[in-house]
C-alpha cells in the first residue's frame, strides 16, 4: 500500500513529517527501506536543524547510503506538492521481481497523518517511551578520530604493523592518513587518523577487541587516543 506525504518543501510539510517521525525511525516498518530512500530523495538539502526528528533521520539515512546501502522493499510512498521523484534519484532501486509486488497496491493510497489503528497507537506510545528514556543519547553522527600505535621495540616491522591496523574493518569505520612518529632510542610509532560513525563504532572496543588483541598484538604493544572531535 502507497502512503503520502506533503510538500516537503514547505515549513508546514516539514512540521508534520517531524511530528510523524517523532515516535518512529523509519518511513515504515522498523528498518530502513526504499521508502526512505524516496522521501531522502525529495530533499535538496539537508532540512533544518529545527526539525530535530526530520534531521536525525536525514542523517541515519544518509549514513547507512555512505556504508552499506537500503535493501529493505518498500510499502510506497508519494509525496504530494513535490517534483516527482524519479527512479535515478533512489540510490538502491527495488529488483524487478519486487516492484511487481508492490505495484499491485498502487492504488491503495494511505494518509500517514490519518488515524492510526490500536495496535499503531500502543507501538507509538511504546516507541516514544523509548525515546524519553534515553533522552540524554547524542543524535546519531560522525566522530574524527587520531590514534597514537605504539610498537614493541625498534625491531617491529612498522610496515607490517599499519597493514594490520589497515586490515580491521567495522561497519561505519574509515581509516586515514598516518604517519611514522619518532619517539626515541630508534623506536616510531604509528599515528593515523580514521572516521567512524558514532552508532555503530565504538573506539574502546577497537582498541580493545581488535588492535591490542590476537594476532594484531604481534606487533601492536598499546594504543592511544590522541583526539576525540565530533564531526
Known amino acids: 500500500m502507497a502512503v503520502a506525504f506533503y510538500d516537503l518543501t514547505s515549513a508546514a510539510g516539514l512540521k508534520k513529517l517531524d511530528d510523524y517521525l517523532l515516535s518512529r525511525s523509519y518511513i515504515s ?3 530502513a527501506s526504499k521508502d526512505d530512500l524516496t522521501v531522502f530523495a525529495a530533499f535538496s538539502s539537508t532540512p533544518a536543524a529545527e526539525y530535530v526528528n526530520v534531521s536525525r533521520w536525514y542523517t541515519h539515512i544518509n549514513a547507512l547510503l555512505r556504508i552499506s546501502g537500503v535493501e529493505a522493499e518498500e510499502c510506497g510512498v508519494v509525496i504530494e506538492g513535490s517534483a516527482p521523484i524519479t527512479k535515478e534519484a ?19 493510497d494511505v494518509d500517514l497523518f ?3 489503528t490500536e495496535e499503531e497507537k500502543k507501538a507509538a506510545e511504546e516507541r516514544a517511551a523509548t525515546i524519553k528514556a ?6 546519531s553522527g560522525k566522530s574524527s578520530v587520531l590514534l597514537d600505535v605504539k610498537p614493541w621495540d ?3 616491522d612498522m610496515k607490517k604493523l599499519e597493514e ?4 580491521v574493518e567495522m561497519e561505519g569505520l574509515f581509516w586515514g592518513a598516518s604517519k611514522l612518529v619518532p619517539v626515541g632510542y630508534g623506536i616510531k610509532k604509528l599515528t593515523i587518523m ?9 573506539v574502546d572496543t577497537l582498541i580493545e577487541e581488535r588492535l591490542t588483541a590476537e594476532p594484531f ?7 592511544d587516543i590522541v583526539a576525540f572531535n565530533k564531526i
Open 114 to 116: 490519518g488515524e492510526e
Open 154 to 156: 625498534d625491531e617491529t
Open 134 to 139: 534515553s533522552s540524554k543519547k547524542k543524535e
Open 29 to 31: 516498518g522498523y528498518q
Open 164 to 167: 594490520a591496523v589497515r586490515s
Open 194 to 202: 580514521l572516521t567512524i560513525v558514532d552508532d555503530l563504532v565504538s
Open 217 to 223: 598484538n604481534e606487533y601492536i604493544q598499546s594504543c
Open 90 to 108: 533512489i540510490a538502491t532501486p527495488p529488483s524487478a521481481d519486487t516492484k511487481a509486488a508492490a505495484d499491485e497496491d498502487d492504488d491503495d
